[in-house]
């Protein structure tokens, strides 16, 4: 039977910088192999008890992947869903709805901006410092309903699987 697990973290990327950390807040909470978080995370988490701190070594291809260079397109800038100013590293969401894909403008070349829809942290391998707060069975209707309380979510960099 999957656990539930809850845990705080903070997630740095191969040069030591924080990229994200949920002290202060919310603990993360999964059902393990539900696809809630990256599976090197998941997978890593598998054997931790409550109370273990544990430091975890994710490689990029078990958390978002290789940088696909199919994911880069170049768009006219009047083709864009955004108003005002432009500058590179800014990032918008290309339609209406939280599951459509975000998009960071890697380059804005005169009228043309360069569009890059791979995950920000795709081709990064991650660190996370995690501690556990809570690790139990879940119940069957926390796996017949893929997640404790329903799939929850957390912060873009935390490791969920976005």
Not at 24 to 41: F, N, S
């Amino acid at each position: 039977m999957p656990r539930v697990v809850s845990f705080h973290y903070t997630l740095r990327d191969p040069s030591g910088r924080v990229l994200d950390s949920s002290a202060g807040g919310q603990p993360v909470t999964y059902l393990e192999g539900a696809g809630m978080i990256i599976d090197g995370l998941d997978q890593r988490l598998r054997a931790a008890a409550t109370g273990a701190k544990e430091r975890v070594q994710v490689p990029f291809a078990e958390a978002y992947g290789a940088r696909d260079p199919e994911q880069m397109q170049r768009v006219r800038r009047t083709d864009l869903p955004v108003e005002g100013e432009l500058s590179i590293g800014d990032q918008f969401q290309t339609g209406p709805h939280r599951t459509d894909p975000v998009v960071t403008i890697a380059a804005i070349e005169g009228e043309e901006v360069l569009l890059d829809a791979n995950h920000p942290l795709a081709g990064v391998d991650l660190t996370f410092d995690v501690e556990v707060v809570t690790a139990r069975e879940a119940t069957p209707e926390e796996v017949a309903q893929g997640g404790p309380g329903g799939k929850e979510s957390c912060g873009e960099g935390c490791g969920c699987a976005h």
